[in-house]
């Protein structure tokens, strides 16, 4: 079932110069990175770039917001109480977003009832817009 479209975007920290040639991911099984990268224009791709591995969201987040590199992070996902602005110079890249469940020749009230509201707060989620900045936030 089609729930929306995630903007990936490059986020980098606004109060650290960073490493701009160091890209944090969960896993070296994650190639949203790769991903990205190989969507954006050659004149936008970084000539020589590593990858270093946090092993969860929050830890990326964090990282990022120390310097310690940059990140490919869809938008929505994003907090606006963390210190990282959106590095504007790269080209925002959507992927569409699903809810897989398991064939069933019946789906009971309370399936039915679960899958209707994912439908609607992830597809509301998805189609807000980013908030304005303001003061210090991205």
Same mark, same amino acid.
Request: proline share 9%; charged share 30%.
């Given at each position: 079932?089609? @729930?929306?479209?995630?903007?990936f975007? !490059?986020?980098?920290?606004?109060?650290h +110069? +960073?490493?701009?040639d160091?890209?944090?991911?969960?896993s070296?099984?994650?190639?949203t990175?790769?991903?990205? @990268? %190989?969507? #954006?224009?050659?004149?936008?791709? &970084?000539?020589?770039?590593? =990858?270093?591995?946090?092993?969860?969201?929050p830890? !990326? @987040?964090?990282?990022?917001?120390?310097?310690?590199?940059?990140?490919? /992070?869809?938008?929505?996902?994003?907090?606006?109480?963390? %210190?990282?602005r959106?590095?504007?110079?790269?080209?925002? !890249?959507? /992927?569409?977003?699903? *809810?897989?469940? $398991?064939? #069933? =020749?019946?789906?009971?009230? *309370?399936? #039915?009832? !679960?899958?209707s509201?994912?439908?609607?707060?992830?597809?509301?989620? *998805? %189609? $807000?817009?980013?908030?304005?900045?303001?003061?210090?936030? &991205?």
């Amino acid at each position: 079932m089609p @729930l929306g479209h995630e903007e990936f975007v !490059i986020v980098e920290s606004r109060d650290h +110069g +960073g490493r701009r040639d160091v890209f944090l991911d969960v896993s070296a099984g994650d190639n949203t990175t790769e991903w990205f @990268l %190989a969507a #954006q224009p050659a004149r936008l791709r &970084p000539r020589r770039w590593s =990858r270093s591995f946090m092993h969860d969201e929050p830890g !990326i @987040l964090l990282g990022v917001e120390l310097g310690l590199g940059r990140a490919v /992070k869809p938008r929505h996902t994003v907090p606006y109480t963390v %210190a990282v602005r959106v590095d504007p110079s790269f080209v925002p !890249i959507t /992927k569409p977003v699903f *809810l897989h469940y $398991r064939r #069933q =020749r019946y789906y009971g009230r *309370l399936h #039915q009832a !679960i899958g209707s509201r994912l439908e609607a707060a992830v597809g509301e989620r *998805l %189609a $807000r817009r980013p908030r304005p900045r303001r003061g210090n936030r &991205p």
